[in-house]
């Protein structure tokens, strides 16, 4: 199957599999969803789903998240890890946030970046997430599966997100990314993964990694 061939088939496949898409963080507005982007990094959902109200029931926004001090953000937020980095990131963001921009979480990705702590991909969630921006934010999932797929060489993150804006249409890039990333959760996960409940990587699936995987499972047995 040609690259051309392979982008439509994963399309269809992602929207008969997510016709509705979940949001993977809970948060109520463009701050909430900020700081639960941010603490999210080398951690998962689920647990910074369950430190996110503890932290939003003392502040859910910049005014009174400057009222704490970085010492206090650690200690709430401490079960997710990093949380020196990430605590300071939150308070720093917060002044910044009420020193130049009212309050308000700002539109545009290149000044999300110049905060504390907000990376390319944290920016592009934001904004796609929070304002409907097309944005194509590549985590480990996206990663791993375009290369799995064939749609990128993976050599890193950014490549890949290149590949992913020229293949697919803008119009899908902010479905699409939370799409492949259930998916990778669900059907392709790096660790235990079965091909057999794959029905993507299966269909189109980079040879050197099927003949990996077949290669691995027959020396299992």
Known sequence: MTIKEKVPFVITTLKELYPTIPVPLDHKDPYTLL?????????????????TPLLFAKADNPYDMIKLTVDEIREIIKPIGLSPMKAKGIHGLSKMLVENHNGIVPKEM?????????????????VSQAFGIPAFPVDT???????????TNGKNV????????????????NDLHLQIIWYGRDYSPARGW???NDIITKTIGRKTILNDYYKSKKARK
């Open 194 to 196: 079965n091909l057999e």
């Open 158 to 173: 950014v490549q890949t997100e290149k590949d992913a804006k020229r293949l697919f249409p803008k119009e899908l890039w």
């Open 110 to 126: 290149e000044i999300l970046e110049t905060f504390p702590a907000v990376g390319h991909k944290t920016a592009g969630v934001v």
């Open 35 to 51: 700081i639960a982007v941010l603490m999210s990094a080398q951690s998962t959902d689920v647990r910074v789903n369950k430190i």
């Open 141 to 151: 999932h996206i990663h791993r599966l375009l290369y799995r797929w064939g749609l």
